[in-house]
């Protein structure tokens, strides 16, 4: 028998209720070995919050008005169907993921609505919550990873890796189920994107020479997408850092991958990146525009050429390589692509060459630079220290319009600020954040006596002053904030300068922040 879907929802409920990752484990294993084995797939992928396979690449369109719409819709099944199983519901979420021509949204919440109407309360939350990407219940992809290995009684690690080979749970869940799995000989599948390596980060390059321990290669970073390409028999994917198939919007790539490789099968990482006529380096809200939904991509894709550029290679001709070491890997790079498609580096263990080649790439309108080990192999999904970069820190203009005074050591002194940016539509300031970070005592002392003779208001332990010392602050990232009416906050801000010679209104604007906060957003999510 089918296990209802009642039963998953119920599930969801006791998972949610237990803080315990351990307890959660345990849950998720007893159903596993509770459901039947074709059961697996559709479960850990409603669990996950992921419905469809990755991998399968049909994006489920159904964002919050489609399952608003499916909610209030009052539409019944002309048969009468009983409460639907796990099965069922990824069946019909397949379904609605197929659709396409005419109509397309109406038929969605059809189909939605008539499951939500065979469900009671639980189940509808827990659908909705799968849908949305929202379930919180702490069923991350780790534990279900972890429950999965219990279950079907293999080696954690090994699953781990797995995963991160084939980098889809469901499909990993049904070869489990069907005993279909060779933990000790996973291929990677061509057109499955493998989760890719990341960076840590150094703030100088003699720290990041010296955190790659000597002798390295120092590359350029490209300010652009990172892209995974994929090519066997003269077919070409491309994806993204979150695995999403970008393909399409950079046909560039498949169009030099297809002339210019003669392989079978091989697994190419570089960045892409906008240029101008010469060459040179655009901005990456530019390349943006490649991804934003527009009619006239053709337009696009003239008016914003890119230009690809490779760092590595995982795979070639049947053989894995992420275990070999990088300068093996570089190796057999470069005996198959040519130099016009590499990205520029040097090799090095010389700190002042290092700084030299950053300098000149920074000059050149690139963010700055990648060092990298040697004889480190490729870690897939892990954020390590074999790449470091380094690059130039951003900064913004802001104006100081209240403070706090400090505790402790810092008690004399008006030391935490209040920063904000201009909105000339309104022809006010709007705080983004507050800092005590980056002055000396003598600029505290400086900044009390100033703000002091500015203040317009007093409320003990804050003032508030006419905005008059602009400062520059370097940032990690512009958050959204209900704090601060702006919308806005700056993460770990700190005072980089005083831009005394600024006048407030030259700060940077509000609609400069959002614009930041925006390019941000899409860096995260291709880059
Ligand atoms: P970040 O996004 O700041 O953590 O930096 C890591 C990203 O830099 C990677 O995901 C790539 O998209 C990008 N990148 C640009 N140039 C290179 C390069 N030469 N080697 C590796 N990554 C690079």
């Known amino acids: 028998m089918e296990t209802s879907f009642l039963e998953f929802a119920k599930l969801c409920r006791s998972l949610e209720e237990t803080s315990s990752t351990l307890e959660k484990?345990?849950?998720?294993?007893?159903?596993?070995?509770?459901?039947?084995?074709?059961?697996?797939?559709?479960?850990?992928?409603?669990?996950?919050?992921?419905?469809?396979?990755?991998?399968?690449?049909?994006?489920?369109?159904?964002?919050?008005?489609?399952?608003?719409?499916?909610?209030?819709?009052?539409?019944?099944?002309?048969?009468?169907?009983?409460?639907?199983?796990?099965?069922?519901?990824?069946?019909?979420?397949?379904?609605?993921?197929?659709?396409?021509?005419a109509d397309v949204q109406r038929k969605r919440v059809d189909i939605l609505s008539s499951l939500l109407s065979r469900m009671s309360d639980i189940e509808r939350e827990f659908l909705i919550r799968s849908l949305s990407g929202e379930m919180r219940i702490g069923a991350e992809v780790g534990l279900v990873l972890q429950a999965l290995a219990d279950a079907a009684k293999v080696d954690i690690?090994?699953?781990?890796?797995?995963?991160?080979?084939?980098?889809?749970?469901?499909?990993?869940?049904?070869?489990l189920s069907k005993k279909e799995l060779n933990l000790d000989n996973i291929k990677p599948k061509l057109f499955n994107p493998i989760r890719p390596m990341l960076a840590t980060s150094a703030d100088t390059i003699e720290e990041a020479m010296q955190l790659a321990g000597g002798r390295a290669a120092v590359e350029v970073k490209y300010d652009g997408v990172r892209v995974q390409i994929h090519y066997a028999s003269g077919e070409v994917k491309v994806f993204s850092r979150r695995l999403t198939d970008v393909t399409e919007n950079l046909p560039e790539v498949t169009d030099v991958i297809k002339k210019t490789l003669k392989v079978r099968d091989v697994i190419l990482e570089g960045e892409v990146i906008a240029v101008d006529e010469k060459g040179n380096p655009r901005p990456f809200q530019e390349l943006m525009k490649r991804f934003?939904?527009?009619?006239?991509?053709?337009?696009?894709?003239?008016?914003?050429?890119?230009?690809?550029?490779?760092?590595?290679?995982?795979?070639?001709?049947?053989?894995?390589?992420?275990?070999?070491?990088?300068?093996k890997r570089y190796e057999y790079l470069t005996s198959i692509v040519p130099s016009s498609l590499l990205a520029e580096r040097i090799v090095t263990d010389d700190i002042s060459v290092a700084k030299d080649f950053y300098e000149r790439a920074i000059r050149a309108g690139h963010e700055g630079v990648m060092v990298k080990k040697l004889d480190a192999p490729y870690v897939m999904g892990v954020r390590g220290a074999n790449w470091i970069k380094v690059k130039e820190v951003e900064t913004i203009d802001v104006v100081v319009v209240g403070a706090e005074w400090g505790h402790g050591r810092r008690r004399n002194w008006l030391s935490d600020y209040y920063l904000a940016v201009y909105d000339p539509e309104n022809n006010e300031f709007l705080i983004v954040g507050k800092t005590f970070k980056g002055l000396t005592d003598e600029?505290?002392?400086?900044?009390?006596?100033?703000?002091?003779?500015?203040?317009?208001?007093?409320?003990?332990?804050?003032?508030?002053?006419?905005?008059?010392?602009?400062?520059?602050?370097?940032?990690?990232?512009?958050?959204?904030?209900?704090?601060?009416?702006?919308?806005?906050?700056?993460?770990?801000?700190?005072?980089?300068?005083?831009?005394?010679?600024?006048?407030?209104k030259d700060v940077t604007t509000i609609n400069e922040l959002k614009e930041i906060y925006l390019r941000d957003m899409m860096r995260r999510e291709l880059s």
């Open 25 to 101: 484990r345990r849950i998720i294993s007893n159903f596993l070995r509770k459901i039947n084995p074709d059961e697996w797939k559709p479960f850990v992928l409603l669990l996950t919050g992921k419905v469809l396979p990755e991998s399968e690449n049909k994006a489920l369109y159904v964002g919050y008005s489609t399952i608003k719409k499916a909610i209030s819709s009052k539409i019944q099944t002309l048969i009468p169907l009983g409460p639907p199983t796990i099965k069922e519901v990824y069946r019909e979420l397949n379904r609605v993921a197929s659709i396409s021509g």
């Open 292 to 327: 934003k939904r527009i009619k006239d991509f053709e337009i696009i894709v003239k008016k914003i050429p890119i230009k690809l550029y490779l760092f590595d290679i995982l795979y070639l001709n049947g053989k894995l390589l992420v275990n070999e070491p990088y300068y």
């Open 443 to 504: 600029e505290f002392e400086w900044m009390t006596r100033k703000l002091l003779e500015l203040k317009i208001a007093d409320e003990g332990y804050r003032i508030w002053v006419k905005p008059e010392i602009v400062v520059e602050v370097a940032f990690n990232e512009v958050q959204k904030s209900p704090k601060y009416k702006s919308g806005y906050a700056l993460r770990f801000a700190r005072i980089t300068r005083f831009r005394l010679d600024k006048d407030p």
């Open 157 to 175: 690690e090994k699953l781990r890796k797995a995963y991160l080979l084939i980098g889809d749970i469901g499909e990993l869940a049904e070869k």
